[in-house]
């Protein structure tokens, strides 16, 4: 089965630089999630799409942005990149029309900010 | 406001010995509730979920959970645990809009599970 599909596995980026990450979602999901989740800590919740349009907005710096595109895929847009973005970045995305919450992950973007 | 706590940070049991992870949820409605299984430098892997119905529900790979809404818990259980489990355990409560249109997962901590032989 399809799964959730990011890009690219692995950045490095130096202080002041711009990183962009992109997730394709599983096949006929309509909402997307971005998620950060730094050292030994849990998963915090940056951002989500429905159907294109921001749905929710979380613990995102003004540095980030992010948009979903009309093939549903996401990219994540992070600037002036300090140490503390340093992290693992997970998409998730999930069916509303299948009427759960189910959220399937991606295997993450590791972001080192050197 | 929505949270979850997981109050074990490290839990170490024997390979084949029974494992009981805890998890306390804050949440105005009925939660959906999840557990979410991830091995050092991996993505996060969906082990159950609870959103209604039959209060033990089971997952992959012999874990069950059991919703007890008196106490704000839904631990996590296995009989018999194998070296093979020792990874980072979060429990997740997703909230939903009933205007429409989405919903997010709150993550706790995290338990980091151990398995010595």
């Known amino acids: ?114 | 406001a929505q949270s979850v706590t997981q109050p074990d940070i490290h839990i170490t049991v024997s390979e084949g010995a029974s494992l009981e992870l805890r998890c306390n949820y804050s949440y105005g409605a009925t939660p959906y509730l999840f557990w979410y299984v991830q091995s050092p430098g991996q993505g996060l892997q969906l082990l159950l979920k609870y959103f209604s119905g039959d209060t033990l529900v089971q997952g992959i790979k012999g874990f069950e959970a059991e919703f007890k809404r008196s106490q704000s818990s839904f631990n996590l259980r296995k009989p018999s645990v194998h070296w093979s489990d020792a990874a980072e355990y979060f429990c997740a409560v997703g909230t939903r809009r009933f205007s429409g249109g989405y919903n997010k997962l709150i993550f706790g901590a995290g338990t980091r599970l151990a398995v010595h032989p």
């Open chain 1, 1 to 114: 089965a399809a799964g959730v599909i990011q890009s690219p596995r692995h950045l490095i980026k130096e202080k002041r630089e711009t990183a962009t990450l992109k997730c394709y979602p599983i096949p006929r999901h309509d909402t997307v999630y971005w998620y950060q989740q730094g050292p030994g800590q849990d998963p915090q919740f940056l951002i989500s799409f429905y159907e294109k349009m921001q749905s929710d907005k979380g613990s995102i710096p003004d540095r980030f942005s992010a948009q979903q595109f009309s093939d549903y895929h996401s990219e994540l847009n992070m600037s002036s990149l300090e140490l503390g973005d340093s992290a693992l970045y997970f998409c998730a995305s999930s069916s509303q029309q299948a009427g759960a919450n189910v959220l399937t992950f991606g295997a993450g973007s590791r972001l080192t900010v050197l």
